[in-house]
């Protein structure tokens, strides 16, 4: 267990509006990653960091936004929620070996 | 990004050993070879990675061809709760960030 949660694990929203989800860890590792895990598309990296406030874009960040002000906290932010932002969202840290550990996932539906 | 080519689903029997194969025919020397699984409704959990020699741990076993262009995934003897899709990830040494980028993977069932 590397002491990753996530909240909230499930959130339905309405189109156009702003949601955060929060990623905690209880480890103090430096890197932090956002995917999202879509049918056909599998898990898709959208923002790392590499230390508090430094952070860099993945394959898919457009319309999201991170930040991360202290090491256990690792926000993601869509500014105007969409419909094709409903996925699920996984948070991770990177281990010591290099190894990924993921959290449990916050399931996002915008209607 | 070099990429992995894998079955997409395989099958196997309960307490028999399962071999899961990966082809990354165009991976690079400082490439690390990776594996995850996700189990339903969870996120995915690191397995076991290595470069060159073949490696163990409680979970599995990974085994390197000699030229690095495959690998295969060995589970011991497989329980219900292996059922899962498999990932096999290259990750290049000098990644920056350490990203990781998931293919479709292996969809394994195991059946009692």
């Known amino acids: 267990d590397a002491g990753i949660t996530q909240s909230p694990r499930h959130k339905v929203t309405e189109t156009g509006t702003p949601v955060t989800l929060r990623c905690h860890q209880t480890?103090?590792?430096?890197?932090m990653y956002w995917y999202r895990q879509d049918p056909g598309h599998g898990l898709r990296l959208i923002h790392y960091?590499?230390?508090?406030?430094?952070?860099d874009k993945g394959e898919v960040s457009d319309g999201y936004s991170v930040s991360r002000s202290k090491t256990e906290d690792f926000l993601l932010t869509l500014e105007s929620a969409t419909s094709s932002q409903t996925s699920v969202y996984f948070c991770?840290?990177?281990?010591?070996?290099?190894?990924?550990?993921f959290g449990p996932g916050t399931r996002l539906t915008v209607l | 990004d070099a990429k992995t080519t894998q079955p997409n689903s395989m099958e196997s029997n309960e307490e028999e050993p399962v071999h899961l194969p990966c082809n990354h025919s165009?991976?690079?020397?400082?490439?690390?070879i990776h594996w995850y699984r996700q189990l339903p409704s969870q996120g995915p959990e690191y397995v076991i990675h290595?470069?060159?020699s073949n490696v163990n741990n409680r979970m599995a076993s990974l085994a390197i061809a000699e030229d690095r262009k495959s690998s295969t995934l060995i589970l011991h003897r497989a329980t219900l709760r292996d059922a899962a899709v498999y990932y096999c990830i290259l990750r290049p040494y000098y990644n920056q960030g350490g990203k990781l980028i998931f293919g479709q993977g292996t969809e394994l069932s195991v059946k009692p």
């Open positions: 480890e103090n590792h430096r890197y």
């Open positions: 960091s590499y230390g508090v406030k430094d952070t």
């Open positions: 165009t991976i690079s020397g400082t490439d690390y």
């Open positions: 991770a840290i990177r281990g010591g070996g290099n190894e990924q550990f």
């Open positions: 290595g470069l060159t």
